[in-house]
Antibody
Framework: QVQLQESGPGLVKPSQTLSLTCTVSGDSVTDGGYHWTWIRQHPGRGLEYIGSIYHNGRPDYSPTLKSRVTISVDKSKNQMTLIVNSVTSADTAVYYC????????????WGQGTLVTVSS | QSVLTQPASVSGSPGQSITISCSGSTSDFGTYSYVSWYQQHPGKAPTLILYAVGNRPSGVSTRFSGSKSGNTASLTISGLQAEDETDYYCSAFTPTDSWMFGGGTKVTVL
């Protein structure tokens, strides 16, 4: 059973950098079982794909966020990290990490989500 | 980034069946079968209820079923119950567009 836990600051100032960590238990972020993914949800809105680290280690980013986003994994800590640069109020959202199976590309596991507010 | 189109809301009476549609705008969506559906209760993370169009994970009620025809996937909830009243999202993966999500559908049990 895979478990995911997001962590990071709940408040970030405009123009600064947002950094979140997803701690994975029950599987290894580098063993190829899942595509490790970040998804966000603006208040009262739908789900938005941010990006992934595919099971082969290749990153993939949403075209709308690609210029500001970096996703990486830390094997020693079994964690995935999300960095979003130059944040604005439009980046205020609940951020989820998810694990998508390599066979069906469905998100079988989700973290509980963490709310990030961008405000001065 | 392509977006999947869902109706904003669908309603039905207890015991009835309802269907939520999910339409893709790219030709890839019609080709691939990596469509999944999620249920999300307020303040909670989404949970997977269908994968690969119509497959249910262990523990998901048989009242949930899925299908796909051309560029439109569908989620059907049979025997609607009060506990089904919440939000539902479709998602699809294609090699050219990676993951896409629908805008979400609020189900109301009358």
């Amino acid at each position: 059973q895979v478990q995911l836990q997001e962590s990071g600051p709940g408040l970030v100032k405009p123009s600064q950098t947002l950094s979140l960590t997803c701690t994975v238990s029950g599987d290894s972020v580098t063993d190829g079982g899942y595509h490790w993914t970040w998804i966000r949800q603006h208040p009262g809105r739908g789900l938005e794909y941010i990006g992934s680290i595919y099971h082969n280690g290749r990153p993939d980013y949403s075209p709308t966020l690609k210029s500001r986003v970096t996703i990486s994994v830390d094997k020693s800590k079994n964690q995935m990290t999300l960095i979003v640069n130059s944040v604005t109020s439009a980046d205020t959202a609940v951020y989820y990490c998810g694990a998508a199976t390599v066979v069906t590309y469905s998100f079988d596991y989700w973290g509980q989500g963490t709310l990030v507010t961008v405000s001065s | 980034q392509s977006v999947l189109t869902q109706p904003a809301s669908v309603s039905g009476s207890p015991g009835q069946s309802i269907t939520i549609s999910c339409s893709g705008s790219t030709s890839d969506f019609g080709t691939y079968s990596y469509v999944s559906w999620y249920q999300q209760h307020p303040g909670k993370a989404p949970t997977l209820i269908l994968y690969a169009v119509g497959n249910r994970p262990s523990g998901v009620s048989t009242r949930f079923s899925g299908s796909k025809s051309g560029n439109t996937a569908s989620l059907t909830i049979s025997g609607l119950q009060a506990e089904d009243e919440t939000d539902y999202y479709c998602s699809a993966f294609t090699p050219t567009d990676s993951w896409m999500f629908g805008g979400g559908t609020k189900v109301t049990v009358l």
